[in-house]
Nanobody
Framework: QVQLVESGGGLVQAGGSLRLSCAASGRTFRSSAMGWFRQALGKERECVAAIRWWGGRTRYADSVKGRFTISRAIAKNTVYMQMKDLKPEDTAVYYC?????????????WGQGTQVTVSS
């Protein structure tokens, strides 16, 4: 079993920045890729960023390219997402996930989520 614990969400004004963290733990934690999904009220969950655990290759949704940066600290089993120039449409619950592969949008483990609210 893998446990994922997100932190770093909050309320920020448009144009501001936040940094999300996701600490992974578990006896059998071995991941080829991790990602951040978000789900806004009344909308489907979408993948905003993913990172290959070994090698660090990244990919992003078009809506966040140039504003969000995903990274990982291997020794800490932690994934981060730096978010800048936040917009009201970024308001959502953000979930950290363990992807089945770097190119996949499917996942087997996810955290409890952290709320990000961007005011205009």
């Amino acid at each position: 079993q893998v446990q994922l614990v997100e932190s770093g969400g909050g309320l920020v004004q448009a144009g501001g920045s936040l940094r999300l963290s996701c600490a992974a733990s578990g006896r059998t934690f071995r991941s080829s890729a991790m990602g951040w999904f978000r789900q806004a009220l009344g909308k489907e969950r979408e993948c905003v960023a993913a990172i290959r655990w070994w090698g660090g290759r990244t990919r992003y949704a078009d809506s966040v390219k140039g504003r969000f940066t995903i990274s990982r600290a291997i020794a800490k089993n932690t994934v981060y997402m730096q978010m800048k120039d936040l917009k009201p449409e970024d308001t959502a619950v953000y979930y950290c996930v363990v992807l089945r592969s770097y190119v996949s949008y499917e996942y087997d483990y996810w955290g409890q989520g952290t709320q990000v609210t961007v005011s205009s």
